[in-house]
C-alpha cells in the first residue's frame, strides 16, 4: 500500500504551515503490540514454542500499578465490558491506528517501538531473549509494515548477549523499513559499557538509531530502577525515567562511543526533556576538570551530546511559566535535538496539535519533521 | 570561645552589604575529618578497638577514582613532599579552616558535615556502623565543637538500623550545637521509604535537618549509583549525584513522609540544582494524573518541595547563558529553597564571593542567610 504523504494540512491550533508535500510530520514514538502474547508463539523457535505452550511466554514484572485500563487510552475502549481485551486491542490494532493517528493527524512517518518486548532484554535467559526479539520483529513486518508505507520498525533486540543482537541487526537491518534498534531504560549496565558496543557497531553499520524507552526497569534481571534503590509507588518509577535516561546518555559520552563509532544516534523517547539541559551544563563543567581520567572525550559533552542524542517530546516538560518553557527549548537547543514523539495509544500521549503551544516557523519544521528525517535519513 | 559575629564585611565581588551586625553568612557544607581514621579508636567500643587495632578500621569503597590529592584543595597543601598526608590534614585542622575560611570570608555559621563516617550508613554491619559514627561525633565535639561557636554539627548517623539511629539522636540532639543528621546519597532504599520513618520522627522531635550529601554510593551495601548499574568513571559518578537526589526526594514527598512529619526538612548538598526544577515540573504534572494511588499526597508535591526540602548551592549550575542562569534559579525558587554552601577542602568547592555573580539583594540576603537560618532554627 502506497500513501501519498503531506497531502492535507494539519488544521488544528499550532499548526503553521500551509499545504506540504514533503514529510511534514514524523511521530518517533508508536506503540504496537500482539493481541495477546501467544500470538507469537508461530514465530519461536521451536523448544520455546514447546515451553510458551505449556507455560505461556515467561516475562519479569516489575509490580508496580499502572493506570486503569492497564496504561491504555481509555476514549479508544471501543467494549467497556471488556476493558482489557479493548485496551489490549488498540495497540494491536493497526486500523484503529491508521484512523485515530495517521489519518486523523496526517502523520506521515511513525517509528514503531514495540511494547510486547520490551522485557527481553532483562530476560534471565540471553537465547530466550533474542528467539523472542526475533519472533516480534516477524510479527511486526508481517502485520503491520506490510500494510502501510507511513510505518517505520524500531526493530526489537535484547542486549543481554551482544552476539545474538548482532545477528539479528545483521538479519534485518538492511531493510530500508527498519530504521532503529529498540531497548529498555532498565538494565544491568549503562549503554555505554563495552559490553554494549559490539551492538553499537552493527547499528551504525546499518544506519540504525538506538532507541531507549522506558520499559521494565526495576523487573528481571535490571535491577533497581534508581541510584538508591526499589522505590515504592508507581509515580515514582515515572520519575526515574530521566535518572535512567541521565546514566546512559552520561555513559555513552564518557565511554567515547561516539568516538568509537561516530555514526552511531541515541534517540531517548519518553524520558522528559529537562534532564537533558542539566546534563549537558554539569558534565561540560565537570569535564574541564576530569577530563584527564577520560581522555577519549575530546570535546565538550554538550557537543556530543547536541550531534548525537535525540529527545523525544512526550511527556513534554510543563514549567510554571510559558517564558520558562522556552527557555527550556533554547536550553534544551530543541532545534536539534528534540523530536516529535506521541506514546499512542498510551493514556498519557501527546497528539501532535496539543504538544506545543504554537511554535516558531523554523522550530515547529524542526521538531515535527527535520530532526527526526535526519535522524532516520528520510 | 565565642566570637562577635558580622563584625566585619566580605569585600569581595558580588557582596552587596555593609557592615552586618546580625548572622549574614552561612556555610552549610564544610567537612571535618579526623587525620587518620585510627583516631577514633579511642572513642570507640570496645569490641571495635580491639578489631580496629588488628585490621584497621574497615570502611567499604567504592572503587572509584577522585582527583589529583584525594579531591583536596591543591592550594591548602603545605608541604609538597607529603601531599596526601597534607590533604587529610586540611579537613582535619580547626585551624586551617579558621585562617583559610571562618575568618577570611566572615563567615558567621557554618555546618559541618563530616567526612570519615560517610559510608557508615551502608557497612554490613550495623553495631559496628552505630558505633563508628557514635565515636565520630564524640571526636567531632571535642575537636571541633568545643573550639568555635560558629561551629554546627551535623551529627553522623547510620540509617541501617533505625532503633541505633534514633538512639543516637536522642543521645545528642538536645546539644544546641547539633543542628542536623548527616546521611549519605548511596542508600539501599530510597529514603521515604517506611524503613526510615522512625529516624525522621526522632529528627523531628529534636528538630534536626535531615542532611544528604554524596558520599560512598556504588559502595559496600548501596547497591550501584544510578538506575542502570554501575557506571566505569569518576565523572558518571558526580553526574549520579542529581539522579540520586531526586530519587530520594520523589520518595520523601510520594511516601508521605512530610504529611507524617511536618517538622521535618531535608537538605540536598552537592548534588547541583537543575534536578529540583524538572522534578517539581514533572512530579507536578504526574500527580494530577496518579494522586488516587498515593491519596496521602494531599498537595502538589511542588509545594511540599518548596516548604520541606532544601539545596546546596555547591556546585553551582553553570548554564550557558546569564539569562539561562537568572530564570533557573526563579524556576528553582530560589528564595525559599537554595542556600549556600561552600564544601570546603575539596578541590570543587566554591567561595561565598564567586559562586554567584552579583546577586539581587533580597536575594542574596535569602541564599546567604536567611534561608539558612530558618532551616536551621538560628
Known amino acids: 500500500m502506497v500513501v501519498a504523504v503531506g497531502a492535507r494540512p494539519i488544521m488544528a491550533p499550532g499548526w503553521s504551515g500551509g499545504v506540504h508535500t514533503d514529510i511534514a510530520l514524523v511521530d518517533c514514538d508508536v506503540h504496537q ?3 495477546k502474547m501467544d500470538d507469537l508463539i508461530p514465530y519461536m523457535s521451536r523448544v520455546y514454542q514447546q515451553q510458551a505452550r505449556e507455560q505461556g511466554i515467561r516475562m519479569a514484572g516489575s509490580g508496580y ?74 510479527w511486526t513486518i508481517e502485520h503491520w509494515l506490510e500494510r502501510d508505507d507511513r510505518l517505520m520498525m524500531a526493530m526489537s533486540i535484547s ?10 541487526i545483521e538479519r534485518l537491518g ?88 561516530p555514526g552511531v544516534k541515541v534517540l531517548f523517547d519518553e524520558c522528559d526533556q529537562f534532564w537533558a539541559v542539566g546534563l549537558m551544563w554539569h558534565m561540560d563543567a565537570d569535564w574541564k576538570s576530569l577530563r584527564d581520567q577520560t581522555p577519549w572525550v575530546k570535546r565538550l559533552p554538550s557537543e556530543y551530546f547536541r550531534e ?29 535535538t528534540l523530536v516529535y514523539s506521541s506514546d499512542w495509544p498510551h493514556w498519557d500521549w501527546d497528539d501532535p496539535a496539543t504538544t506545543f503551544p504554537k511554535l516558531p516557523e523554523r522550530l515547529h519544521r524542526r521538531v515535527f519533521s527535520e530532526n527526526a528525517r535526519e535522524l532516520f535519513g528520510l
Open 159 to 168: 542486549v543481554n548477549d551482544p552476539r545474538l543482537a548482532v545477528a539479528e
Open 308 to 336: 548525537h542524542i535525540r529527545i523525544g517530546t512526550q511527556p513534554m516538560l510543563e514549567p510554571e511559566t510559558n517564558e520558562q518553557f522556552w527557555m527550556m527549548l533554547d536550553a534544551l537547543h530543541a532545534e536539534e
Open 33 to 35: 503490540t500482539v493481541h
Open 174 to 261: 538492511n531493510d530500508p523499513r527498519v530504521k532503529a534498534v529498540m531497548i529498555p531504560t532498565g538494565s544491568r549496565m549503562p549503554y555505554g559499557n563495552r559490553h554494549y558496543h559490539p551492538i553499537w557497531e552493527a547499528c551504525e553499520k546499518h544506519g540504525l538509531v538506538v532507541a531507549i524507552h522506558p520499559g521494565n526497569e526495576g523487573a528481571g534481571m535490571a535491577g533497581p530502577p534508581t541510584g538508591v534503590g526499589y522505590p515504592t509507588y508507581y509515580i515514582e518509577t515515572r520519575m526515574a525515567r530521566p535518572q535512567m535516561a541521565m546514566a546512559h546518555a552520561v555513559s555513552f559520552i564518557a565511554e567515547g562511543v561516539f568516538e568509537k563509532y
Open 65 to 138: 500499578f499502572n493506570v486503569a485500563i492497564d496504561a491504555g487510552r481509555t476514549d479508544l475502549a471501543t467494549d467497556c465490558d471488556a476493558p482489557k481485551h479493548n485496551v489490549h486491542d488498540m495497540g494491536s490494532s493497526f486500523d484503529l491506528l491508521k484512523e485515530q493517528h495517521l489519518d486523523l493527524w496526517n502523520v506521515d512517518k511513525v517509528l514503531l517501538t514495540g511494547a510486547s518486548t520490551y522485557g527481553a532484554s532483562i530476560l534471565p535467559d540471553p537465547d530466550f531473549a533474542a528467539d523472542l526479539c526475533r519472533a516480534f520483529n516477524d
